[in-house]
T-cell receptor, first 113, second 112 residues
């Protein structure tokens, strides 16, 4: 069975500090990977997606970057956090072809002070 | 770019009644329309989806309707149960399902 793990579960950071959030998928090879951001009580905004290792497509510019260093790992980062980065970050995966259904991780709650 | 509008921000029904959530989209190229459910403080769970080659899909108590002319799709939950209470998100995607645009969510409350 496939499992998706996000770390950390929650983070409190200062404005201007760096950030790194991680996502790992086990039990599925070559998944498509996605990062989403959800403002408190708000809708989801897709940030990035990746179809293969080393390739990441940006969907919206929010002073964030993403990387896929391994087939099963997706990293979201920034060198300088803004207050507007606060929210809930969700990682998801989908099968490579045929079906588009996405499977979401438990999320990381980020508070920027 | 694509915009998805979810018309009901909150919806309250009694257990056993039906609930209907409506969404509209703008991009005629969109061909995949999933629905997700989110319980408080948790990630999203896939509920049901529909592709543009059909106009109706049913999975147990869930029915999705798609009207491509009106660029409108809807989720019908029949015989609602208290455990159906959650936030439901509609979404739309064109070409391969990689880029997905979500609606703003509908909080569904099912009271016993």
């Amino acid at each position: 069975a496939q499992t998706i793990h996000q770390w950390p579960v929650a983070e409190i950071k200062a404005v201007g500090s760096p950030l790194s959030l991680g996502c790992t998928i086990k039990g599925k090879s070559s998944p498509n990977l996605y990062w989403y951001w959800q403002a408190t009580g708000g809708t989801l905004q897709q940030l990035f997606y990746s179809i293969t290792v080393g390739q990441v497509e940006s969907v919206v510019q929010l002073n964030l970057s993403a990387s896929r260093p391994k087939d099963d790992q997706f990293i979201l980062s920034t060198e300088k956090l803004l207050l507007s980065h606060s929210g809930f970050y969700l990682c998801a995966w989908s099968l490579g072809t045929g079906t588009y259904e996405q499977y979401f991780g438990p999320g990381t709650r980020l508070t920027v002070l | 770019g694509e915009k998805v509008e979810q018309h009901e921000s909150t919806l309250s029904v009694r257990e056993g009644d039906s609930a209907v959530i409506n969404c509209t989209y703008t991009d005629t190229a969109s061909s995949y329309f999933p629905w997700y459910k989110q319980e408080a403080g948790k990630g999203l769970h896939f509920v049901i989806d529909i592709r543009s080659n059909v106009d109706r899909k049913q999975s147990q108590r869930l029915i999705v309707l798609l009207d491509k002319k009106a660029k409108r799709f809807s989720l019908h939950i029949t015989a609602t149960q208290p455990e159906d209470s959650a936030i439901y998100f509609c979404a739309a995607s064109a070409g391969g399902g990689y880029k997905v645009v979500f609606g703003s969510g509908t909080r569904l409350l099912v009271s016993p």
